[in-house]
């Protein structure tokens, strides 16, 4: 995947508060990338910065195609909640938007419905905005952000408020855009909703940018457990040459003394993983449930900011 934004040394201060320090990362096209922190760590003051809203103290951020500090027309964004007039019916309304982004009258009607459609509201066409679910202005808000067919989707806190069937049908849309092969770059204080939804993500503390990670999601529901695995006096080559052998191990990797073992729901439990190795000769030293080295950088984020 090629790089979509490049951000290099990004700082923001406002007054004497130091929301964004010296952050780099890249987002690469195609991507659905989380922007993962606890409140006030800085996610909206670096999107609102990356969309051109607010200006940066120092650092660079480049979209392919644009020059640096420069926004792109191929990225649209949802920064707050969706805005829009109660009364009136939605097709009306995104209509208007459809106006303001410069939609040829002739391509308006068509790209209504078809955002409508998108997001799964067209029977919501004809009601006004008050009569919707918190689930479907959030739709409808997306919809907003379609109209102009944007290559780049920028979400903050899309699933906000919303109840857990809302938060299902968010997400299931995010993965629609994402298949269509758009990038989506959100903002969420939510582990969960980051690791269900997202191929990348970037933890924030404080305005500092802790880890990025890629998130693989495939291997991960596969294993049906994760365990840190250790012997004593021995190498742990012992471990990963036996594991490898296993069916029901996945992945198999070394990590400062210790092995990190994926397994299939098929090795049932920690006990059964020892008891396996027991009767290749390995004992086992230390055997722990490993967390998934998001979840921990996470925790230990919000912990520290306590
Ligand atoms: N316009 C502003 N003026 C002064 N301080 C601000 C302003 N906007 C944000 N801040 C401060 O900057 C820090 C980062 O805020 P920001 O809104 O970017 O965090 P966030 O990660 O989006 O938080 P949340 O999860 O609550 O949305 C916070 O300490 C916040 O109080
Ligand atoms: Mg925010």
Redo the contacts with the bound molecule.
Sequence with gaps: MSTILKISGLSKN??A?Q?LKDISLEIPGGSVYGLL??????????LSIILGVTKPRSGTYQWKGASPNESSSHVSALLEKPNFLPKTRISDQLNMIAILRGIPPEERKLRVEEVLKQTGIAEAAGRPFRSLSLGMKQRLGIAGVLLSNPSVLVL??PTNGLDPQGIIDIRNLIRDLAAQGRTIIL?S?MLDEIEKVCTHAAI?KK?ELIKTEEIRRESRSKAGFVLKLGLENQPVSHIIDALKSWEHSIEVEQTEGFVVAAFSPGAENASNVNRWLSEKGIYLSEIQLHRASLESSFLKAVEDTK
């Design positions: 406002y007054g508060l929301a922190g606890p409140n006030g760590s800085g996610k909206t003051t670096m903050d806190e903002a204080h924030l305005g």
